[in-house]
């Protein structure tokens, strides 16, 4: 993820965090507090309620704690005043361990008046209700969370938009995903044309879906296709196969299937054809 700050301007990409007035975090201080968990093959890092999913190839503890740091780092570059209101957006929030840490080296750094508006897919039928009721108890209750960016956009705070109301208060951070990063065993595929590439966040229901993918692998691809669910789940991140179909919605409503260009990708697509409508 990296940060965005509005406040009337456009700010630029990320400046080293040398300059930060707080001490910076750091991973032995995450380590030392939380725990490794182990979940089909996946690995996460708790700490009480909260969490992050770790992985060395895909999002690590250090690279984590890296971006706590240049986040806090920016907002005390960009608003000095402490006095004045800070609502930070984060997409793609999940277990909100990051989003804690965050916090934790504002309020370290002065700031008083955080405000958290946390987004994510997984919150719809109470998905990590208890995350969000340990980091609310953690931040004194103000956050609010939303399932989409469309939810939040729309939500209300008295008479007018919450959205608008944010921006109207003080600042405002969006916390975005940061360039996509590669499942390592398919990395080399970045820039074969041969691979197609997959993005956006997965769904329950094949219903709610505006795209649905088959890919096939060895057994020695098991464990990184396990994985592409979980990185899909964060916005903005994107994985290239070379040996995928994908069946979609394009723009005007109409279905389009598309597929890798390698001959596994082409052997799908022609033993699938005759049952498209």
């Known amino acids: 993820m990296l940060p965005s700050v509005s406040n009337n301007i456009t700010t630029s990409a990320l400046e080293p965090y040398g300059k930060c007035q707080t001490s910076p975090l750091t991973t032995a201080h995450a380590i030392r507090n939380s725990h490794l968990k182990s979940d089909g093959g996946l690995t996460f890092r708790p700490m009480s309620h909260l969490s ?6 895909i999002a690590s ?34 277990g909100l361990l990051t989003e804690f840490f ?50 939040y956009l729309s939500a209300s705070s ?8 944010d921006k109207c208060k003080g600042n405002v951070v969006v916390l975005s995903i940061n360039p996509p990063t590669e499942l390592s065993k398919f990395s080399d595929g970045y820039n074969d044309p041969e ?12 219903g709610d879906a505006n795209e649905i993918c088959l890919t096939i692998a060895g057994n020695d691809y098991k464990n990184e296709l396990n ?26 409503g109409g279905c389009e299937v598309s597929h890798s260009k390698s001959a596994k990708g082409i052997f799908m697509y022609i033993g699938v054809k005759p049952f498209f409508g």
């Open 158 to 165: 008295g008479n007018i938009e919450l959205a608008e109301s």
């Open 227 to 252: 994985k592409i669910p979980v990185v899909l789940s964060e916005p903005g991140q994107m994985v290239r196969l070379d040996s995928v179909l994908k069946y979609s919605i394009n723009k005007s």
């Open 52 to 57: 992050w999913f770790e992985d060395e190839n």
């Open 61 to 94: 503890c250090n690279s984590r704690i890296d971006f706590i740091n240049q986040v806090a780092s920016k907002i005390e570059q960009e608003m000095p005043s402490r006095n004045s209101p800070i609502t930070l957006i984060s997409l793609g929030s999940a």
């Open 195 to 206: 691979c197609l590439l997959v993005k956006g966040t997965t769904v329950e229901k094949a």
């Open 102 to 151: 965050i916090h934790e080296q504002l309020k370290k750094s002065g700031y008083e008046d955080i405000n958290w508006r946390v987004i994510d897919t997984e919150y719809k039928n109470d998905g990590f209700k208890q995350s969000l009721h340990e980091f609310n108890k953690q931040v004194n209750s103000n956050c609010k969370s939303f399932r989409t960016e469309q939810e």
